[in-house]
DNA sequence: TTATAAGCGAGACGGTACGTCACGTCTTGGA
DNA sequence: TCCAAGACGTGACGTACCGTCTCGCTTATAA
C-alpha cells in the first residue's frame, strides 16, 4: 500500500542501524520495535509502514551486511570442505554471532513468512554455494555418481545445526573435522 | 519454597491440560500464563508458584504425555535404521505434532534452562536409544570400527531437523529412504 | 502567507461539503482533518493552508449555510416573542440540528479564537435581531424603560441554552410559553 | 465487573489528586490519561478499569472536593438571592475555576452519560437550593403564586452560564444586581 | 479438636510494549 | 504556484500480559 518510491532512506537506514545496534549492544531483549524507534529517531509508525514486525526488520538489517557467499575452490573437494565446515562451526561457535542467529531462528518458527524469507536470503546463497562446489566435484570424479547432492549438503549442514541449536555437543574444530570425515565417507 | 507434598494434584493437572489444549486448539499464539490459568480455572500464582514460566509448563505438558521409547531391533541395522528414520519423518511431517514441537524449540532458543531441560528429558532419549543400536550394530560388525556414534546419531537426526526447521524441502519416505542410504554409506 | 486570489474555489466547496457530510452522516467522532480531506479528495495541506483548524472549517461550513435571520414584527411583542421562542426551542430540540450545535459548542470551548467567531458570525445576528425587535416594543412601551434590552435578551435565550445544553428539562412547546409568560413579566 | 470491594484506596486518591494537580498545574492541555497515570505512579490500566474515560476521573476528582451547598436565608429573598448570583458570577468570573469548568463542560457535550453524571451530582445540588430558598419565598408570600420555581431557577442560571459560555459581556457585580432586578421582577 | 498455616481461586496492581490513530509539517510530481 | 497524495516525527490512545501482591476460603497437619 505505502509507495516505495516516496520512501525516506534517511529513516530506512537509521532503523536497520538502530536494530544492528540494539541487537549487538543490549541483546534480543532489550529489541522492541519501541526501542528500534527510539534508538534510530523515528515514528513507530515508520516502522510499522515498511515491516510486518520486529522479525522482518532484523532480517533485512542481516540481509543488507550479509556478504556475498565465496567458497574455496582448490580442487581438494575434502580440503575445501573442511575449510568451509570449520568455518561454519567457529561462526555457530561465537557466543556473539551465535545469540543474533537464535533469535532469528526462534523468531522464524513463529511466522512462516520470515521463516521463508530468512530460508530464501540468508540461508539458501549458503547452501547453494556448497552445493555447487560438491557438483563440481561429483563431475571431477571426486564424489561417486549415486550422491544426491541436495542431501549431502543436509548432510553436511543439519549436524552442525542440530548441535548448536540443541546444544548436544561442543562445536570444535575437532568436531567440524570428524564430521567430514563421515560426511566424505558417505559420498565417495 | 512452596510445599510441594500439599500441593493440589487436581490443579496441576488441570493446567497442564489447559496448556495442551491451548497448543493444539488455538494454537500458541493463544498460550499466555493468563489463558491457561483461565482455561484450567485456576489463579496466575498457582502457574507461578510451581513452574518458572509458560516454557516450562509445556514442557511438563509434554514430558508427562511422552511415551516411552523403544526402537526395533531385528538384528538387520538398515532395516531397524531405515524404520526408525521413517517414522521420524513422518512425526514431524505431521502439522498438528511440527506446530507443537516447534513453538516448544522456539521457546527453548530463549531460555537455555528450558533448552536443557527440552534436550535432556525429551530428546536425549531418542539419542541415546538410536545410539544403544548403533552400537550393538557395531559390536556386530555391520558399522565399520572408526565411527563415532554420537557423530552417526546426529549424522541421522540433523538433516531431518535441519529440513524440518528451516523448511528447505519436503519430509517424505523418500526422503527418509535417501538419508538412510547415505548414512548407512558413511558407517559401513 | 498563501495568495488567496489563487485559491481553488472547487477544493474549498468540496472540504466544506465534506465537513457537513461527515458531520451530518457518522457524527462528531468521525470529523478529523484526514476523514474530511479524504471524503473531500483533497490533500491535507490544502485545509492547513486555509484554516487554523477543524473547528473553523465547521464553522465556516455552518455559517456558508445559515440563513439570514428573520423576525415577525405583528406589533405585538408577546406574539411575536412566543413565535420566535417556539421557534429556538424547536431547534433545539431537533436532535440532528442538536448534534452538530452541541458538538460546535464543544469546539468553542477550547478554542477561544473560534469561540468569538462563533459568537459574532452564527450567534449576535440573532440575539441582534430580537434586541431590535424589544427595542420597537420599549419605544412602544409595550416593555418599562428602565428594562435592559441587552440583559432582557439573555433572559430569554439563557434559559433555553441551559436547559438544552445541560439536559435538566424538555425542550416542549409548553415550556417555550412558560418562558415567554415569566420574561414578559420582568420586562411589563 | 471489577470488584469494588478490593480496590485500591490510595491509589484511588493519587489518581483523583494527580488529575487535579494538571487541572490546575498545566491545565486541561496536559489533562491526558497518560499524564494522570505517571504524575499518580500508577498503570493506565488501574485507570481504564475503574472510569471510562478522562472526563470521569475529573468529574470524581471535582465531586470528591465540592463542598457541600448552603445558601443565605435572611429571610429577605431578594438580599439572598443577590448574594447567591453575585456568589455565582464571581465564581464564573475566576479564570482559574472558569477554565475547568469550560474544560469539563466541553467534555459532556461529547459524553451523554458524563453529561448526566455532571448534572446530578455537581449542577443539580446547586439548583435545588435555589429552588428550594425560592419555594419558601413563595410560601412567605415575596413571590407570586402562579410563577413555575423550576423556570424561576433556570431564568436566574440560564443568562450568567450563556454569557459566561458565549462571552457575550462582562460577568461583573453590575451585571449580577441587574439580572437580580429583571428576574424578581418576572416573579414578584 | 481446634488453631494455624499453607495452598488455592480470584483478580487488582505497577509496568512495558503493543499496534492504531490523528495530529500538523514536509516533500514529491503533475497541472 | 497550487494542488493531491501521502510519508514523516510525535504522542496519546485503549488493550494484552507480564510477574507480584493481597484477599477470603478451603483443607490438612500439629499443638
Redesign the interface.
Known sequence: MPDASRRNEQSRRAILDAALGLLAGTG?AKLTIEAIAARAGVGKQTIYRWWPGKGAVILDALAENATAVTLPDTGDIEADLREVVRATVAEFADPRQSATT??L??E???DDAL??Q??DRL??PQ?VAVRDRLDKAQRAGQIRDG??L???V??I???????W?????PLTRR?AD??VD??L???R
Chains 1, 2, 3, 4 share one sequence.
Open positions: 534480543y537464535r533469535a531462528t526462534a522464524t518458527l513463529a521463516g521463508d530468512v530460508r540461508l539458501r547452501l550422491a544426491d541436495d542431501h549431502a543436509e548432510l549442514f543439519g549436524p552442525i545445526f542440530h548441535r541449536l540443541l546444544r548436544t555437543g568436531y570428524g564430521l563421515h560426511v565417507a558417505a559420498l
